[in-house]
């Protein structure tokens, strides 16, 4: 008995000792990256931890990484995979069904309809136009149409993409994500004569959450505005947020659908289902119901901020830049293409669906 305890205490060590390089690592990148989101000259530019992570990560990855992936390659490939799919679920802490009720039918209608167009339009140029790779295009898709990185990291698990496709992806996020920020106060004050969003910073709000990318880059844009426009824009994204578990679920079934019509002989077919997806939603079923406290809920949040962080940072390390140039000019114009679709389609659907829930 004692041997086999010996044993077993030994081969946990083990194995949990060959993750901790790996995770300190990245757990010193998020550190460094959530201290620098902190600054207000970050904030203003809509640079969230995350972004800041991967962004960090890749210089790493492409300098010194190289010498320290033997010892820290276990751990950093369980803080990409494993402490994605926790962070995902606790980012339900940061959302509530109640959120929901504040913008309304018609906000649940244009983020839906919003997500749905720039999904599909993704698809339809990145496969057919730029001859993109699948699991390309739907990671653009993905952090085009619904909440950047966080649903660019959240998606990759489903597709199975390698690390340069999704750091592509991200990139896209943060290139258009930023031009958005300086992009909308001008839009908004070009509204207030053409009144094609109505006249309230409220409504120009509502555009915001359901078309800019990031959450970190709606509040830079919704605060650029004021703090009514901030706060609407905030709840629709949220909302849109919230249409990450059910995209995940829907784009699994897709998925193995099509491979099982790719021949008779393919046993591979069946449902990959993203289990975090459902736990997401329960996760904000059960914030929902006010059970924990306020300060639980913030720590719980900085945690999961931590977590998130630690998985973009990992992506950044195992990602080669000679990868992203192969990838060449077409990821980017794809993701031009859909960043045109958001601000003109966004405002026809955001002007259609208020007129008709008026």
């Not at 653009?140 to 390698?162: F, L, N, Q, Y």
């Not at 409220?202 to 990318?213: C, E, K, N, Q, R």
């Not at 975090?276 to 329960?282: G, K, R, T, V």
């Amino acid at each position: 008995m004692s041997s086999l305890s010996t044993s077993n205490t030994t081969s946990f060590s083990d194995r949990y000792g060959r993750l901790l390089p790996g995770l300190l690592l990245s757990g010193a990148i998020a550190w460094g990256a959530i201290q620098l989101g902190k600054l207000e000259w970050m904030q203003s530019h809509g640079m969230s931890a995350l972004t800041l992570a991967i962004m960090l990560g890749i210089a790493l990855g492409n300098s010194v990484y190289g010498r320290l992936a033997p010892a820290c390659g276990a751990g950093v490939t369980f803080s990409k995979q494993t402490l994605l799919r926790l962070g995902i679920i606790l980012y339900g802490f940061r959302l509530t069904f109640q959120d929901i009720g504040q913008v309304g039918l018609a906000g649940i209608v244009i983020d839906a309809l919003v997500l749905a167009s720039t999904f599909g339009l993704a698809m339809f140029l990145g496969t057919k136009v730029f001859k993109l790779e699948r699991n390309s295009a739907i990671l653009i898709g993905a952090g085009s149409s619904i909440c950047g990185a966080a649903a660019v990291m959240a998606t990759e698990p489903v597709v199975k993409g390698r690390s340069e496709d999704v750091t592509v992806a991200v990139s896209t996020v943060v290139v258009f994500g930023t031009i958005a920020i300086f992009l909308y106060p001008v839009l908004y004050q070009l509204n207030l004569g053409w009144q094609v969003l109505g006249a309230t910073p409220a409504a120009f709000g509502v555009y915001i959450g359901s078309t800019v990318h990031e959450v970190a880059q709606v509040v830079a844009a919704g605060k650029s505005i004021g703090q009514e426009a901030a706060n609407a824009a905030v709840i629709a994204k949220m909302v849109r947020v919230m249409m990450l578990a059910p995209f995940l679920v829907i784009l699994s079934a897709v998925l193995a659908r099509g491979k099982a019509k790719v021949g008779s002989h393919d046993k591979a077919t069946k449902l990959a289902i993203p289990w975090f997806a459902f736990i997401f939603i329960a996760v904000v079923a059960f914030n929902s119901l006010g059970l924990l406290p306020a300060g639980t809920v913030a720590t719980i949040t900085e945690l999961d901020t931590v977590l998130l962080a630690m998985a973009m940072a990992a992506l950044g390390l195992t990602t080669h830049m000679s990868a992203i140039r192969r990838a060449g000019i077409k990821p980017l114009l794809l993701a031009g293409l859909l960043f045109c679709w958001l601000i003109a389609g966004g405002a026809a659907i955001n002007h259609v669906v208020a007129k008709l829930f008026a």
